[in-house]
């Protein structure tokens, strides 16, 4: 049953039963702001998660306090024994969660069925999204730090799974799948099958790479009678290792013949977010390895200011980061956030990402590439173009002679073209530094300057914006402002050493989305804390400094006084 925490703030709280100069220690420390900023926080988002419980039987934990210990224990980067032990004899630890006699003890069940519940009935995790959004608003707030500059990046985290190739995956995937068979079911699995199972799923260690091969054949063929077997069992196809058994083979396998489905063989190379393990089916491969991209922006630019994390978002490592930065700044203009310049590294922009984002008047600071184009070709921002975006000279003053919808540079999607005079651009002493392109009818080999006909050059928006974003980026200045952006790699790296992101120990989308979100969040409380301090520390010196002055001066007020009289 769903129970509020009450208000009330103890009598004898913890920081009552210990002497004064330990009470000041705890009121500069991290405890204190949690407990006076973040604790407030939980609190008022208490009832949000009434639906996790029930209406009758036993009143639950408080809420507040045990989002605040998940928080806690993500800081710490503790495991639940470990955290359930700092909660209990941690002074700070109870301080900051203002945990009086009756609610000091709290069971490890108790904290793993929240999660639990937490996982099963809000399964996008906008709860704790809304603590984020909270205590990032609360933080910027206080500090008076701006939003106006943000930088952004992506990080690889692996969840509680280990890769160890194709054939661990295999084995781990069928063996998952018997397990969850059962007497009856079971009876039906073939001989050679039960005998693999019960003699060797793990016997594969030791083996070279041409046995290795044979093996993975023949797992792969169990696995196809397998699916073959129980297709046909309604309670089975509906589970999670029939299901997986079933991804498996259509990520990894294929028929030897196509006109013969019998003989299965493995694929040499499988695509697209394959399945990494079947512990964790969520999780997939990208460029930076099996796992999970975390993506996170924070402000920048603040200078003598912390800066504070303003967005995070989650997914499986195979998506790449381009147009990645589009749904941040959703979020981010959804919480009044909205920043006047971005700063992001090459993996984010696409030309068309990149030109939504400058639609939203967002200065998008981020390198673009020119793939196969050389540094010493020009761009089309060499190029005059009148309002309706037509070209009216190329860099050498000539003016186009027509302007046609073509196809463009390999590919088929139709575009502007200006089209130059083939003559003047044969002559002309640019050409291997203009962007134009010779005639296509022409032999393999043959010079732009041997050929005929006209000369073209596809003029999108897009293009011009590459070429406008390419040019500018090789200035100085450009360079100079680029710097800043270097920064979050040390959050990255902040968050992977002081709150182990880099390697969680949780399983599947939801479970990682909420041990990043409290790990986010503790690290946005920690820099707000350390900030609070360093914007006491200067007070405190400037307040004692002035009594010791008006001690002195009324010390030398006092001494005159009695001169007078004397
Ligand atoms: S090659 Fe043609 S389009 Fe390019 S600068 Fe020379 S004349 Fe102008």
């Known amino acids: 049953m769903y129970k509020k925490t009450p208000s009330q703030q103890k009598l004898l709280g913890v920081e009552t039963q210990v002497s004064p100069s330990l009470r000041n220690r705890l009121e500069s420390s991290w405890a204190h702001l949690f407990r006076c900023e973040v604790f407030p926080i939980l609190f008022r988002n208490e009832d949000r998660y009434a639906m996790l419980y029930g209406t009758t039987g036993r009143p639950n934990f408080s809420v507040a306090r045990l989002l605040g210990l998940c928080l806690l224990q993500e800081w710490n980067n503790l495991s639940d024994q470990e955290a359930l032990d700092e909660f209990s004899f941690d002074i700070r630890w109870r301080y900051a969660l203002d945990v009086s006699d009756e609610e000091d003890y709290l069971s490890r069940r108790s904290l793993v069925e929240f999660r639990r519940r937490l996982a099963a009935k809000d399964p996008e995790m906008k709860l704790i999204r809304n603590v984020f959004d909270n205590v990032r608003d609360s933080a910027l707030n206080k500090l008076g730090v701006s939003s106006a500059n943000q930088r952004v990046d992506s990080t690889h985290i692996i969840s509680n799974i280990r890769v160890r190739g194709r054939l661990a995956l295999f084995s781990n995937t069928l063996t998952q799948f018997l397990k969850s068979l059962n007497e009856d079911q079971l009876s039906r699995v073939p001989k050679a099958i039960k005998e693999w199972h019960a003699n060797e799923p793990e016997g594969w260690f030791g083996l070279g790479p041409a046995e290795q091969k044979v093996k993975l054949?023949?797992?792969?063929?169990?696995?196809y009678e397998l699916i073959g077997l129980f297709e046909k069992d309604d309670e089975l196809t509906g589970s999670e290792p029939y299901q997986l058994l079933n991804r498996l083979f259509s990520e990894q396998c294929e028929?030897?013949?196509?006109?013969?489905?019998?003989?299965?063989?493995?694929?040499?190379?499988?695509?697209?977010?394959?399945?990494?393990?079947?512990?964790?089916?969520?999780?997939?491969?990208?460029?930076?390895?099996?796992?999970?991209?975390?993506?996170?922006?924070?402000?920048?630019?603040?200078?003598?200011?912390?800066?504070?994390?303003?967005?995070?978002?989650?997914?499986?490592?195979?998506?790449?980061?381009?147009?990645?930065?589009?749904?941040?700044?959703e979020r981010l203009d959804a919480a009044g956030l909205k920043p006047e310049t971005l700063f992001a590294d090459g993996g984010y922009p696409s030309v068309p990402s990149a030109s939504k984002v400058i639609e939203q008047g967002i200065e998008f600071v981020t390198p673009v590439n020119r793939s196969r184009l050389s540094d010493d070709i020009v761009g089309r921002d060499l190029f005059s173009f009148d309002s309706e975006g037509l070209v009216t000279r190329c860099p050498m003053g000539h003016s186009p002679i027509d302007h046609r919808v073509l196809s463009g540079n390999n590919s088929t999607r139709r575009s502007l073209h200006a089209i130059f005079d083939g003559n003047a651009c044969r002559s002309c002493t640019m050409l291997d530094r203009c962007p134009v392109r010779a005639p296509n009818h022409r032999l393999k080999g043959c010079n732009a300057r041997d050929t005929v006909g006209d000369f073209r050059l596809e003029i999108t928006a897009e293009l011009r914006l590459r070429d406008h974003m390419y040019a500018l980026q090789q200035t100085t200045e450009w360079k100079d402002r680029y710097k800043i952006r270097a920064g979050i790699e040390a959050t990255n790296s902040e968050l992977k050493r002081s709150h182990g992101i880099g390697k969680l120990r949780v399983r599947r989308l939801t479970k990682v989305c909420f041990a990043v979100a409290c790990k986010v969040i503790a690290c946005n409380i920690k820099r707000w804390?350390?900030?609070?301090?360093?914007?006491?520390?200067?007070?405190?010196?400037?307040?004692?400094?002035?009594?010791?002055?008006?001690?002195?001066?009324?010390?030398?007020?006092?001494?005159?006084?009695?001169?007078?009289?004397?």
């Open 217 to 223: 054949e023949e797992l792969a063929q169990y696995l």
């Open 529 to 566: 804390a350390k900030a609070r301090w360093a914007l006491k520390r200067p007070l405190e010196g400037c307040i004692s400094s002035l009594c010791v002055r008006v001690k002195v001066l009324l010390a030398i007020l006092g001494r005159n006084s009695e001169r007078v009289l004397a």
């Open 255 to 329: 028929f030897a013949n196509s006109s013969d489905s019998s003989k299965v063989q493995v694929k040499k190379k499988s695509e697209g977010a394959a399945l990494q393990s079947p512990y964790d089916p969520d999780a997939s491969c990208g460029h930076k390895g099996p796992g999970y991209s975390l993506h996170i922006a924070e402000t920048c630019k603040n200078t003598g200011k912390t800066e504070i994390i303003t967005d995070y978002e989650v997914h499986g490592a195979a998506r790449s980061d381009i147009g990645k930065a589009l749904p941040v700044i």
